[in-house]
């Protein structure tokens, strides 16, 4: 996976299995197929990997254009548990400014359901 306009790979989304399926400053989607090594100690999928997938479409989305941004502030709120073997986050920029830039990240399982909603701010640090 790429990191947007770096062109450098995201060896963390990469570690974790996570693919892109596509991005745009207004809007990126991954996905992440699951397996046993996603899964906590109850058998339920780890809400850090959760969080890393929704944080990983919220950066592919902010640094698909020109620019170079970096997280400010990154809050998750779960809401379901996940059923089947794959979850989807797609990250839709809020609104923002010339410098700052808000998303929102809706995790989803493979029957739609609901998982997490992830919200994030960014700072660009250069064109």
Known sequence: MQAGSTGAPDHFAELLGIESLHSSFEQSACRLHIGEQHRNALGGIHGGLIFS??????A??????AAVYIG???EVRYMSRAEGDVLTATAT??????KIA?????????RS??????????YRLSE
């Open 102 to 110: 808000h998303y929102q990240v809706l995790v989803t399982d493979s």
């Open 53 to 58: 997938l929704a944080d990983i479409a919220f």
């Open 72 to 74: 400010l502030q990154a």
């Open 93 to 98: 920029l809020m609104g923002g400014s010339r």
């Open 60 to 65: 592919a989305a902010c640094n698909a254009g």
């Open 113 to 122: 359901t609901r998982i997490a909603l992830f919200s994030a701010s960014a």
